[in-house]
Each structure stands twice: as structure tokens, then as C-alpha cells.
């Protein structure tokens, strides 16, 4: 448990018959520790060492020479890993902030390595990347989903009156703050779903599963996408990356990477490169000597003297136009801040209207190509 009680525990005799039966702070049932306080029952170091055991023991699994593909182990981790971890975490309540901070730092450990990101990386790029939430909303998500379970269970089943007996207790009784029910109630509080309940203790109505699932589903991805973008907003570390990546959806890099398994050591590549934070002090270029405070590629491209990007650039922008004429119309017209977010990854509306869908693996491919070239000329 890792926690000391400050309170002794009355002792008191349990017997069976004439058999003493043993007390105990912690018990397993089905798999799920429980404890008697009701606050705890859980071990915080066991679920971190799941998260990353299981993560790293399945990752090793499907490496290949160019380390996993981050669409498999993505797809590892939320399939295999997070239901082993998080298993029963519908009973754990009052998670504290410190606690869930552990839990959240080795969810960004092991997206981290899926993605084959640096170690630095700022959380926020990482999760943005993979297209996922916080592990906090993870566990939300279950415990909503377990909420409509018990408003479901059939009447008289055991559960369910003990559920409804529950809800009675926390209305009548506002000092009883610990368990289920507390918990549930801040959690539909905070993502604007309290009307669902209250109209539950009123007409015993409630969502179907599916409609259930789907309204939290949707309200859990839109508080988690607008943190997400304001916390990209708050840091000028993100200046480049928010740009290129907008929605916390898996990155288009790994979207590619799917559909053409031989990019992928070109794709990991960029989404490095869409992960370097602007320098803080100025950096100075070796080939040239100046100064500058971009990040390096865009120093070579656009301001290095020493460098034969600009016709390096041409030849690039020639290998667009047999996919798409207009396209290649734009990129020469286009500002350089533009074009660089463009060789990233980022498809705005512009991209969206010219380029034909089926044709864009191809062209970020090209991108990436090139950039490498200007990196290593
Ligand atoms: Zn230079």
C-alpha cells in the first residue's frame, strides 16, 4: 500500500462457527485489491511497473531493425497494455494528484518509446502524436462506462440496490466524500454530464449502452482536445509543433507510415523534426558562422549562404508537379514559414483542395526526402 494509517484499527473478533477468522488491511478479489479503508485499493507501484513491463516486454516483441512501427506499438499499448494495468481501476477512488501524476508519467514513457521520440520530448508532442489522452481520462472513461452498468443492472439484482442505496447515502450525508459515488460525481461534473445522473434519480432513465458510450466518448475527447491546445498555446516550445499538428489525433506521419511501410524510418525522421523546440539562445551555424534562433533545418533552407538549398528546393518542388499541378503552382508562390510547415506534415485546407488523397503518402515522402538532404548537404 505504501501509505501509513494514522488511525488504529479497532480490534475486533471475527468468528465462524468457533473458527477465529484473520482480519487484513488488503484483499484480493477477482483479481482487484481492496482495501478496508475504502480509500486505497490500489498500488500504485504495481500499475506503474504493468504499464512499463508489460509495455517494454510486448515492444521487444515486434521490433524490427528500424525499431517497433509506431502504429503496432501504439496499437499494443492501448489493446494489451492499458486493459492490464488499469484492470478494475473502476473501484479505485480518490486517485490522488501525485499518484495519477505517476500513472500519467509512465503512460508518456511508454508512448515515448513507441513513437522512437527522443527522451526530452515534451509530453504534449508525444501524446499528440500517438492521438491519445491522458491516462487520467482513460480511467474516467471506465468508470463511466462502469456507472452505466449499475444504472443498468436489473432491479433487485444485489448491485443495483446497493448502488441505488449508495446514491441515497450521498445525497443525505454531504460528508461522506470517499468512493464510488463521490468520485463518479466529480467525474460527470467535469466533463458537463451531471444531467444524466440527476435525470437517473428522478425517472430511472438512462442512456443505452452504446448511446451511453458515445456521449462519454465524445465529451472525454473534447475537455482533453482543448486542454490539450491550450497548453500547446501556453509554450513558445510548441510554436513549430502546433502548426504542424492540430488535433489529438495519431500525427500524419504515422498515417503514412501505415499505409506505406517502407516510409517509416523517413516518417520517424519528421516527426522528430516537427518535435524540436526554437532554440532559446541563438544558435550559431558552422558552415556559415551566423547566428540564428531557428530550429536548423530552417536556417538551411531558407537563410544559410553555404548551402545549395535553393536549388535543392527547385529540384523538390519539380517532383510535386506530376502529382499535382496546382499544387506545384502554390508551393513556388508560398511563404517560406508556410512551405516548412507544409514539408512537415501539416495539411491545411490548401493542401486538402489540391493535392488528391491517394497521392499524399507519396509527396510527404518527398518531403521527407528532402529534408534530409538539405540536414545532411
Ligand atoms: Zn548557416
Known sequence: MGRQRSKA??????????TLIPEAVNYKHLGIIQSISG???????????????????????VSGRSGANPNTA??????????????????????????????EVAHHFCLKR???????????????????????????????????SLCHAPTGEPCHTLFILRL??????????IGFIPDIVKILQKYNLEDYLTTFKTN??????????????????????????????????????????????PATTWRVAKIRPDSL????????????????????????THQHM????????????????????????????????????????VEPATLVLYLMGMIDDVIADLMPIALYPEFLINCANFLQSVLSG
Open 204 to 249: 430511472s432513465l438512462f442512456p443505452s449502452k452504446e448511446k451511453w458510450k458515445s456521449v462519454c466518448k465524445k465529451a472525454v475527447g473534447q475537455h482533453e482536445t482543448s486542454h490539450w491546445r491550450t497548453r500547446l498555446e501556453q509554450h513558445k516550445d510548441f510554436s513549430l509543433f502546433k502548426e504542424v499538428h492540430k488535433s489529438l489525433e
Open 39 to 61: 480509500k486505497y485499493p490500489y498500488d500504485i507501484d504495481t500499475v506503474k511497473q504493468t504499464i512499463r513491463g508489460t509495455f517494454l516486454s510486448l515492444s521487444q516483441k
Open 74 to 103: 501504439i496499437k499494443l499499448y492501448k489493446t494489451a497494455v492499458i486493459p492490464k494495468a488499469l484492470f478494475g481501476c473502476e473501484l479505485w477512488n480518490s486517485i490522488s494528484i501525485a499518484d495519477m501524476q505517476q500513472l
Open 265 to 288: 524510418s523517413l516518417m520517424k525522421f519528421l516527426s522528430r523534426l516537427c518535435c524540436k523546440k526554437p532554440p532559446e539562445q541563438p544558435v550559431l551555424c558552422s558552415k556559415c
Open 168 to 177: 441515497c447515502q450521498f445525497d443525505l450525508c454531504e460528508n461522506r466524500k
Open 294 to 333: 531557428h530550429i536548423e533545418v530552417v536556417h538551411a533552407l531558407f537563410e544559410c549562404p553555404f548551402t545549395d538549398s535553393p536549388a535543392r528546393l527547385q529540384t523538390f518542388i519539380e517532383t510535386v508537379r506530376p502529382l499535382s499541378a496546382p499544387l506545384h503552382e502554390h508551393l513556388k508562390n
Open 114 to 148: 513507441a513513437q522512437g521520440l527522443p527522451h526530452l520530448t515534451r509530453s504534449d508532442m508525444v501524446l499528440g502524436l500517438a492521438g491519445m489522452t491522458s491516462i487520467e481520462a482513460l480511467i474516467d472513461l471506465q468508470k463511466l462506462a462502469f456507472l452505466g
Open 9 to 18: 484499527i479497532p480490534a475486533r473478533q471475527i468468528a465462524y462457527d468457533s
